[in-house]
């Protein structure tokens, strides 16, 4: 057991428990059937061991509501881009460091595309964050999430235009693609619309909750009017925030997803569960508000880069958005890698852990390990 977390570089070895490494022992002694399950997880958690995040663009052509990165007071802005060139040898230098999961983040990644080739090149294992209007180079081979705020209607309100079909019919039957639909109280009753289109495309889904950032709550206690580009909405309607009849709302529509599209739904019901918790989702520093045990703070291993190719002091994979309101997926799952005491009380329980790293690969890794297919899963 302990080589599972001697693997993960962004925690540390010394902070697991004696305790809590002889009970996962004991578990998997009391259900020898969850051994092979378990070997899938180290190996999902191995690809994750040094992670690093990389802004790749400064652009986007669209005009969401809120967006998490121009909605950001203390936005990283570089004058000056490095050359690409400098991206492959840059890449080539993050291959010899060790990365083993990359995420490419920023305004719209797709923006920059000779880019994301120099990483391809160099990187095996990737996510990109896009939002579908413009397709991916086949060539570049990583796992492309791509943004879902809704239906037609409600992506013309959001974003500034109907972008939702146009995506679909980019990434059509892509095995790379995944819809990651962000959840708001704005937008919960086009979620069966929006899974059945994309059932009809051939791409899963995954769920994400929308997460205000700081200088977007700011706006809207000063009572600031509309900008017309990412802070339209909210004067009038106030932040798309979860309260708990919402949250117990959202629930529900992830719930119906699963029960009702459960070959296309990325999700589980223990990460449903998760980050639809009432209370903040992290353990939150009453001092800096900032949260102590998010793995997605830039801290040990993992870290972050803007377009100028250095490493940035921020706080997180988002650097601006409220850690006491944060329901990110990103955050969500890279907080999973050692279970929880809730997940280690029961064999049950110890299961629902499984089931998480098993969706994580899913859901973030292209393509996806050969173990998925040696244990029988329907890999993708």
Same mark, same amino acid.
């Given at each position: 057991?302990?080589? /599972? ?5 962004? #925690? ?6 004696? +305790? $809590?490494?002889? *009970? %996962? @022992? ?13 070997? /899938? ?5 191995? #690809? ?6 990389? +802004? $790749?663009?400064? *652009? %986007? @052509? ?13 936005? /990283? ?304």
């Amino acid at each position: 057991m302990r080589r /599972l977390y001697d693997q993960t570089e962004n #925690i540390p070895s010394t902070s697991i428990p004696r +305790e $809590m490494l002889r *009970r %996962c @022992n004991a578990l998997l002694s009391e259900v020898p059937s969850f051994r092979p399950r378990y070997e /899938l997880a180290k190996h999902v958690i191995r #690809i994750f061991r040094r992670p690093a995040f990389y +802004e $790749m663009s400064q *652009r %986007c @052509n669209l005009w969401c509501e809120g967006c998490y990165y121009f909605e950001n007071e203390d936005r /990283l802005k570089v004058a000056v881009e490095r050359p690409q060139p400098d991206w492959q040898d840059f890449f080539e230098a993050e291959k010899a460091r060790g990365v083993s999961m990359a995420y490419f983040v920023g305004a719209e990644p797709a923006l920059e595309q000779q880019r994301l080739l120099a990483a391809t090149k160099h990187l095996k294992h990737g996510k990109i964050g896009t939002n579908g209007t413009i397709r991916i180079d086949p060539d570049i081979a990583f796992r492309i999430g791509i943004s879902v705020w809704g239906d037609d209607e409600t992506d013309t309100d959001l974003r500034g235009g109907s972008v939702l079909g146009k995506a679909m019919r980019n990434y059509a039957g892509d095995d790379r693609a995944v819809m990651l639909f962000t959840l708001s109280p704005w937008n919960l009753h086009t979620v069966p619309d929006v899974m059945k289109a994309s059932q009809d495309h051939g791409l899963a889904v995954t769920f994400n909750l929308f997460s205000p950032t700081q200088t977007y709550l700011e706006k809207i206690a000063q009572g600031l009017s509309s900008d017309e580009k990412f802070f339209r909405i909210a004067p009038e309607k106030g932040a798309p925030s979860f309260t708990t009849d919402e949250l117990a709302r959202a629930s529900d529509v992830m719930t119906s997803a699963m029960e009702d599209f459960p070959d296309m739904t990325l999700c589980t019901p223990a990460f449903r569960d998760l980050i639809t918790q009432l209370g903040p989702m992290f353990d939150i520093d009453p001092e800096t508000n900032i949260a102590r045990d998010c793995g997605s703070r830039i801290q040990g291993a993992l870290k972050y880069f803007s377009t100028n190719l250095q490493a940035e002091n921020v706080k997180c994979c988002t650097p601006n958005v409220d850690c006491k309101e944060c329901r990110l997926y990103s955050g969500a799952w890279s907080s999973q890698f050692i279970p929880s005491a809730q997940f280690l009380q029961s064999a049950e329980m110890f299961e629902q852990w499984l089931d998480m790293m098993e969706m994580l690969g899913r859901v973030f890794i292209y393509p996806l390990p050969d173990i998925y297919q040696t244990l029988g899963s329907d890999a993708e």
